[in-house]
């Protein structure tokens, strides 16, 4: 008795629907997306051995403890409040010592001398810190220098900061209201 062959099946058609259902899935899928923060880290230090001098009163600082509380100057605080804060800080108080001192700097843009706080926002976290928290308070940072950049391009070019287009003016912008944001490494503040 002879065999039969058995009759073969056509794999052809099988790769194109593999292909095709590969391809339903990679467009219809969503992608978790990574949110970050966006900072422009201050280059280098030139000479590490270098002690800079910043007065007290030139420092807003703020330290984030393990249960997420937060202490600005030493006074409780909260993330509510934060961003009015930073700009109350951050404005200028000239001859008033609990603000941070005034200099002046030449800006040939504008053709004029500017004044501008020497102010700086210091941040440091609990290595107990939960992430919410940190990111929490990196917003009402961000908000807050939003706000001084928004105040600042109404102030000088009569648009909000977001709606400026050319990049002159957005530079421009950036240097009259710097980020100066100092970030310490984390530690063990509350006994964690």
């Known amino acids: 008795m002879a065999r039969r062959a058995a009759p073969e099946i056509n794999a052809g ?3 194109d629907i593999a292909f095709l259902l590969l391809i339903f899935f990679l467009v219809t899928t ?3 997306t990574d949110i970050g923060i966006t900072r422009i880290l201050p280059p280098p230090v030139k000479n590490k051995n270098e002690n800079v001098d910043v007065k007290d009163r030139n420092v807003l600082k703020i330290l ?10 030493g006074k409780p ?3 509510a409040t934060l961003p009015q804060r930073v700009e109350d800080f951050m404005a200028l108080h000239p ?3 609990k603000y941070p001192e005034i200099k002046e700097k030449y800006f040939p843009q504008l053709g004029k001398k500017v004044m501008m706080t020497k102010g700086i926002v210091s941040l440091k976290n609990d290595r107990g810190t939960s ?3 940190y990111i929490k308070v990196q ?4 908000k807050a220098f939003d706000e001084m950049k928004d105040q600042a391009s109404m102030k000088y070019f009569g648009v909000p900061y977001k709606d400026l287009v050319n990049q002159k003016k957005i530079d421009l912008i950036n240097e009259l209201v710097p980020i100066r944001v100092s970030e310490a490494e984390p530690e063990n503040v509350g006994g964690q």
Not at 67 to 73: I, S
């Open 13 to 15: 058609s099988m790769a």
């Open 30 to 32: 969503t992608m978790d």
């Open 64 to 73: 984030i403890n393990s249960h997420d509380l937060m202490l600005v100057n």
């Open 77 to 79: 605080g909260s993330v």
């Open 95 to 97: 001859n008033n010592p």
């Open 131 to 133: 992430y919410e928290m």
């Open 139 to 142: 917003n009402a940072l961000a």
